[in-house]
């Protein structure tokens, strides 16, 4: 894997929080890029840690490209999840001339990243940098789910990705890698209703911070069915995280965020976390730097505690073959839509799965890695009551239409 050569060693000081026990922090147990001759040598099927200081794309919020090293100097001084685990800090990207310069840094280092099977958790930089991450799935041909803890829809007219506008360029390429997109957090007085009614039209998720403020746990399923997770660190309240140019009085609050980053972690599916938007400008204490690093701390001791009890479709002579470990499977019939949904309940972890009925083997085949949806016992019993969850309708009109 040659891709040395887009990074600059890492140089920073970490805050000293353990003094007392500084063989248990989080700096003994992450292979840092330090030494120029000396690029760390990457396990497969482990985490990296990626840095990306380019804020030409994030607008209104110049001096977030100076995020990453304020980031890990608070993770590197938090303790370990765990003994025994590896992680690899590959360092930062070095700018490109032009921001799409570092878009293709950023695409190429995340697709080869991807085809060794290493999860990789990227620090921004603007949030423009999730369409480099997308084209970097497009690049080994997976079709994706994307989820975006943000208060706004970055849906805009920009003539180049931007912050405020990257889902449009997402949404418009040909051919298309995305499956799903899901908007968690957004706040209705900052996109209003005609994007509301756009994200419906495509068949895509948005769900209020109302919603995921009444009971955090709603957010776990969503998570769990993304590949990609981009978080603006805006959708955090300033209260908790006023390191923003756009920031807002109202938001997840911090332990939400690290439960999400749990979320995440523990996700068999997840294979890509970008937190974006940290502007140390408006950060003089480091109290956003500190939160992020928290619920990247929590993303990476559920990364540590995945179970790989997840259903799953794999291709064997071009056919999709089910492949589940330690499972119930349930069927239900939905006798108001004439439709039979199979649930999967895992007897490790007791999380669900239900698996979207379509027939047409042509789409099943394409859209293979799609056909399981992660849902929440609600789901099940919104079946039972004759009644189709909203999480499989919306896959089933995707994989219909």
Known sequence: MNISHYFKPLVFETQNYLSEEPSTSMAHVIHAYTDEEHFP?????????????????????????????????????LAAPAKGMTIYDLGDIVPGQSI?????????????????????IVLGGGQDITYAIYKAYEAVGRIVNISAI?????????????????????????????????????????????????????????????????????????????????????????????ANAHPSPHGLYGEQLCQIGRYAGMSDKVSCLGIFEINPIYDPNGQTAHMAAHALWYFIEGFHNRKDDAPFYI?????????????VQMLVQVESHNMDITFYKSRITDRWWMEVPIDNEERRIRYHRHLIVPCNRSDYELAMNNKV????FRSFQRLMF
Do not use: W
């Not at 419906?200 to 997770?229: C, K, M, W």
């Open 41 to 77: 040598e990457i396990e497969d099927y482990s985490l990296a840690i990626i840095g990306v200081p380019d804020d030409r794309g994030a607008v209104g919020n110049k001096g977030c490209a100076e995020a990453t090293n304020r980031v890990r100097s608070y993770l590197y001084s």
């Open 100 to 120: 799409e310069d570092t878009y293709e840094a950023v695409t190429d280092v995340i697709s080869q990243l991807l085809s060794n099977n290493i999860t990789t």
């Open 150 to 242: 943000d208060p706004r829809f970055d849906i805009g007219s920009n003539s180049k990705p931007t912050s405020q506008s990257y889902l449009s360029h997402i949404i418009m390429q040909q051919p298309s890698y995305l499956f799903n997109f899901t908007s968690m957090g957004y706040q209705t007085y900052l996109v209003g209703n005609e994007l509301i009614g756009l994200m419906d039209e495509l068949h895509f998720g948005a769900y209020r911070l109302g919603y995921l403020q009444e009971d955090i746990r709603r957010a776990e399923p969503l998570v769990r069915n993304s590949d990609i997770l981009t978080i603006d660190i805006s959708a955090v309240r300033q209260s908790d995280a006023p």
């Open 389 to 392: 969850p909203d999480l499989l």
């Open 315 to 327: 291709l064997q002579d071009g056919k999709p073959v089910l492949q589940h470990h330690d499972c």
